[in-house]
């Protein structure tokens, strides 16, 4: 985890669904002296409790599900049998909005 820039990673069964959620944070609460024996599993966030989503979820309803800026800040998208097919976070959406917005602004010609 220490290389990439993620801070939160699913965990998954064998089939491919969400076991739960880990992030650095609550990686980093482990004592040192304990982190060579403690699973992910026992420090992640449990499944029941992370926000998920669908690819079909309109996302006015998914950042209001995400609510304000706390550290649930991302949704699991599971895909069909409910496996993981990603990570959507905050950051995500609001840079699919300005790039949006500076799509629709390219289009439009200059005097309009």
């Known amino acids: 985890a220490l290389p990439n820039p993620h801070h939160?990673?699913?965990?998954?069964?064998?089939d491919g669904r969400l076991a739960g959620m880990?992030?650095?944070e609550r990686i980093r609460e482990v004592p040192i002296d304990?982190?060579?024996?403690?699973?992910?599993i026992d420090?992640?966030?449990?499944?029941?409790?992370?926000?998920?989503?669908?690819?079909?979820e309109l996302l006015t309803d998914l950042l209001a599900r995400?609510?304000?800026?706390?550290?649930?800040q991302r949704a699991v998208?599971?895909?069909?049998r409910g496996r993981v097919i990603g990570i959507v976070t905050r950051a995500d959406?609001?840079?699919?909005a300005v790039l949006a917005e500076l799509r629709a602004t390219?289009?439009?010609?200059?005097?309009s």
């Open 66 to 72: 995400l609510g304000g800026w706390s550290d649930d």
């Open 93 to 96: 959406i609001a840079r699919g």
């Open 43 to 56: 420090v992640a966030v449990p499944a029941g409790q992370v926000t998920t989503t669908r690819p079909g």
């Open 77 to 80: 998208v599971l895909g069909s």
């Open 106 to 111: 390219a289009r439009v010609p200059a005097g």
């Open 8 to 14: 939160a990673y699913p965990l998954v069964d064998l």
């Open 34 to 40: 304990q982190r060579a024996w403690t699973r992910l």
């Open 22 to 24: 880990v992030t650095l």
